[in-house]
């Protein structure tokens, strides 16, 4: 399941994980015009541990998503040109 609210700032996406077991705690994704970050709390540390991408890391993520093993250089189409 998840949710997706637009803020003034930022549109954040909370994702629940709903399996049967071993659950983790809710990961929430902010866009924002420059980043995007991800949060997900640890209840061993009791803190809310964050990572920060640029735009550019965001789009290799996402086009990495449904790639193959390999190195790859994304042109400006955004397409995934692989290297040795």
């Keep these: 399941m998840f ?3 637009h803020e003034f ?3 954040v996406v909370t994702l629940v994980d709903e399996g ?7 990961v929430i ?6 980043c995007v970050t991800v949060e997900q709390y640890d209840p061993r540390t009791d803190k809310v541990n964050k ?3 640029s735009m550019t890391q965001m789009r290799d993520l996402a086009a990495a998503i449904n790639l ?3 190195v ?3 042109d400006e189409d955004g397409e995934g040109d692989e290297e040795e």
């Design 3 to 5: 949710s997706i609210e």
């Design 9 to 11: 700032d930022a549109t």
């Design 20 to 26: 049967s077991t071993h659950l983790q705690e809710d």
């Design 29 to 34: 994704v902010m866009g924002f015009e420059e």
């Design 51 to 53: 990572i920060t991408l």
């Design 68 to 70: 193959p093993e390999g």
């Design 72 to 74: 790859y250089v994304r």
